[in-house]
């Protein structure tokens, strides 16, 4: 190659660079004539300062330059912009919500504000936001509306005693997060504490609650203290053009925003539409449309293995060999070579050396290939829990025989290849798919999630627990699988759904007589009673609720979710752990004193109880304010002698009052705050099947029986119609203080 083609190539490049360099510059350009930044924001089109320089006044930014260096605002408002993308996206500053104490539980002055945010034509981007509450006595609530008027409600709780089980998660635990929903352009943020931080204030005086983009917050011990020097953190806003789809958009020529080399792409927060530039274009698909981008001039941008090789073609590049020259042009690749036949002896000669190297390498591939799957699956084994699942089964000597150990093949044929259509259920703990095995037979496959160790822990006592339980209303464990990323269980599949689902979908409820009801709540009550007693170590469930209770085809109750649940050794009658559980199903006393018991799963079931009796959810903000907790407005009920005004009408007939009555009584006995005050799982099954024999067999003498099954509770069944008033009155307001959860439906 002479010297002068040389320098003719070295110009080449040096333009290209520039001309690329130019067009990078007008990526993020304004009209001409216009404010491109204000400060440290760059402000491209279709955003503008003044009228003709943004597209419509939904995309005017107000430059304040009193300030140093200058803010940018949205419209006419106080929402300070911090940074445009041409991709739909701005961030903003957005007040956090703050609450604070002194000492003694004093609300301080001036220090407690709720703040909200209005768009008007942009949306809250539900992908890159999250909504956070940070304090150790706190709970939050996000209220806001969607685009088509939708109100929507959300919140969380985050509670501590002290910083020692406090770490950088924000899980409960001094943080709470929560994702928010699509399509939302108003939101107000409501703070609040349960003591006054008078338990927490020497380390915590303030919560705080807030909007912000996820990947720029990360939580830290230090913020429970203070967190004022951040009064202002960022949030994602989404934004598009106008409100039509792009097909009715593309109609209008003189309208239409999208210029040459771009493409239109609908708005998936909302409406409206935004514009791309085309692969192998880049500039302002709003302004000018898209430049060609020259990859010949950058080597990161093309393949090929010389710079005068490439040839720069409209979106995209070849590589080329020079005139005289063949081969292969690319990185990596065979060169070119300038005499032709000297090609085509290196091409039958590499075809003879691939041939004999293809053939000696094929058994050496496949057995590394071999060796390499057999120690991921170890690897995944022992990441699983494997080992530790192994010794705890010989400690306890625990046979898994009967569990088959099910391979990674069997079960992505099974949910052809984990469909998201498969997708019956999500859990804390992982995702429920529905599959079919070779022989027809339907299972369900729980994938727990991938996370930390303490997850693993909870899988390998969920493993633990169904191994110990033989009872036909229990989910029957099928078997498990250990070589993948996710440690895998397999149940028998239960085809009705959820008990939630039947007495809370009106469409349903009044399909399940009373009598299904009362066998249900018998059924169930039996499997609890066979946990605590029948087992060789007692297990307590410890998240009891209609969700957990499955039907099948018979409205056969199966209880199911064992992933929270806890062996109790013998000699132990209660475990102190972290809280665990469902807000409205939770025992108050284990909430308070972390102290667990069999009392606490007799508390869940006489939510269960009561739900069955009234169809109402077990927290509800959609309910007056005395009737969102269903514990507080039945007891109320029970205690102003309304009982039949909280049943649900479609269970009432003349031959049952007595029963309801009844299993109203048993649920108030479930539902007294001190666990020593209620009866055992044992106690309430021998109860709820003397009821059902009652409506089996009505020629039996009702009264004795009565007696009978009275005298293992330890007290008259009609004890909310006379003489118990004072306390009722007493349990009415411990479950008042401490059962109003400040979380959405009882999830």
Not at 101 to 117: K, Q, T
Not at 139 to 163: P, R
Not at 323 to 338: M, P, Q, S, T
Not at 539 to 555: A, E, F, G, P, Q
Request: aromatic share 8%.
């Amino acid at each position: 190659m002479s010297v002068t083609h040389k320098m003719l190539m070295q110009l080449m490049l040096l333009v290209g660079l520039l001309l690329a360099t130019t067009v990078a510059q007008t990526t993020a350009q304004a009209k001409p004539g216009c404010l491109d930044r204000c400060g440290d924001v760059g402000i491209p089109y279709p955003f503008g300062t003044k009228d003709g320089c943004y597209l419509n006044e939904s995309f005017l930014i107000t430059c304040n330059d009193s300030f140093n260096p200058p803010k940018a605002f949205l419209r006419e408002s106080d929402i300070n912009v911090t940074r445009i993308s041409l991709q739909g996206q701005l961030n903003i500053l957005q007040y956090m919500a703050r609450d604070c104490y002194d000492e003694n539980g004093v609300a301080a002055v001036d220090n407690s504000n709720n703040p909200s945010l209005t768009l008007s034509y942009f949306t809250i981007s539900e992908t890159e936001n999250k909504f956070v509450a940070v304090g150790c006595d706190t709970y939050a609530i996000l209220e806001g509306f969607q685009i088509d008027g939708t109100k929507y409600t959300t919140g969380c709780m985050s509670i501590c005693n002290n910083l020692d089980y406090v770490n950088d998660s924000c899980s409960g635990t001094g943080c709470c997060q929560v994702s928010i929903p699509k399509r939302l352009w108003a939101i107000n943020l409501t703070l609040s504490s349960y003591y006054n931080h008078s338990g927490v204030w020497d380390f915590n005086p303030c919560s705080y609650a807030f909007v912000v983009e996820q990947k720029a917050f990360h939580f830290s011990a230090n913020y429970l203290r203070n967190l004022q020097y951040k009064e202002e953190l960022e949030t994602v806003v989404d934004w598009a053009i106008g409100n039509e789809t792009c097909q009715v958009a593309r109609k209008n020529e003189t309208s239409y925003a999208c210029k040459g080399n771009s493409t239109c792409h609908e708005n998936e927060n909302g409406s409206g539409y935004l514009c791309q530039c085309l692969k192998g274009h880049q500039g302002n698909p709003y302004l000018d449309g898209c430049q060609d981008i020259d990859e010949c001039t950058d080597s990161n941008l093309n393949q090929c293995e010389k710079p005068e090789y490439c040839i720069n073609v409209v979106g995209n590049f070849t590589c080329s060999c020079p005139k005289g020259y063949h081969g292969d042009a690319r990185k990596n690749g065979k060169g070119c070579i300038a005499n032709p036949f000297q090609v085509v002896q290196v091409a039958v000669g590499s075809g003879i050396c691939a041939i004999v190297v293809l053939v000696g390498s094929w058994w050496l591939y496949f057995g590394i290939r071999k060796r390499k799957l057999m120690k991921l699956k170890e690897k995944f084994f022992q990441q699983n829990g494997g080992a530790m699942l192994q010794l705890e089964l010989s400690r306890r000597d625990i046979s898994n025989g009967s569990a088959k150990i099910f391979t990674v093949e069997e079960l992505k044929k099974a949910t052809n290849n984990y469909d998201e259509y498969r997708i019956i259920g999500r859990g804390g703990y992982g995702t429920v798919y529905k599959g079919f095995l070779a022989d027809k037979s339907m299972i369900a496959i729980k994938k727990s999630k991938m996370v930390n160790q303490s997850q693993i822990e909870q899988f390998i006592n969920e493993v633990l627990v169904l191994t110990q339980i033989n009872h036909r209303n229990v989910v029957r464990l099928l078997g498990c699988c250990l070589e993948t990323e996710v440690p895998l269980l397999v149940y028998e599949f239960v085809t009705n759904g959820t008990l939630f689902d039947h007495i809370h979908d009106k469409s349903k409820a009044s399909s399940i007589s009373w009598e299904t009801r009362l066998r249900i709540a018998t059924e169930t009550a039996g499997v609890l009673s066979y946990l605590h007693s029948a087992t060789s170590t007692p297990i307590i469930h410890r998240d009891v609720k209609s969700t957990n209770i499955l039907l099948d085809d018979n409205y056969v109750a199966k209880v199911s979710d064992f992933g929270a649940s806890r062996l109790v050794p013998l000699d132990q009658t209660q475990l102190s752990t972290m809280v665990q559980g469902t807000f409205g199903y939770m025992d108050p006393e284990y909430f308070h004193t972390s102290q667990l018991t069999e009392k606490s799963d007799v508390y869940s079931f006489g939510v269960v109880l009561v739900e069955l009796l009234t169809g109402r959810k077990a927290i509800c903000f959609d309910r007056p304010e005395k009737e969102r907790s269903l514990v507080m407005y039945f007891l109320s009920s029970l205690k102003e002698n309304c009982l039949f005004q909280v049943v649900e009408n479609c269970i009432l007939n003349e031959g049952n009052t007595v029963q309801i009555k009844e299993v109203a009584n048993v649920a108030k006995k479930c539902l007294r705050v001190k666990g020593d005050e209620r009866p055992t799982m044992k106690e309430v099954a021998i109860e709820l099947e003397g009821l059902r024999m009652m409506e089996m067999h009505p020629w039996v003498g009702v009264e004795l029986n009565l007696q009978e099954v009275e005298s293992l509770l330890g007290e008259s069944s009609h004890n909310f119609n006379h003489g118990d008033g004072n306390n009722l009155t007493g349990r009415y307001d411990s479950v008042r203080n401490h059962l109003i959860l400040p979380v959405s439906d009882g999830r």
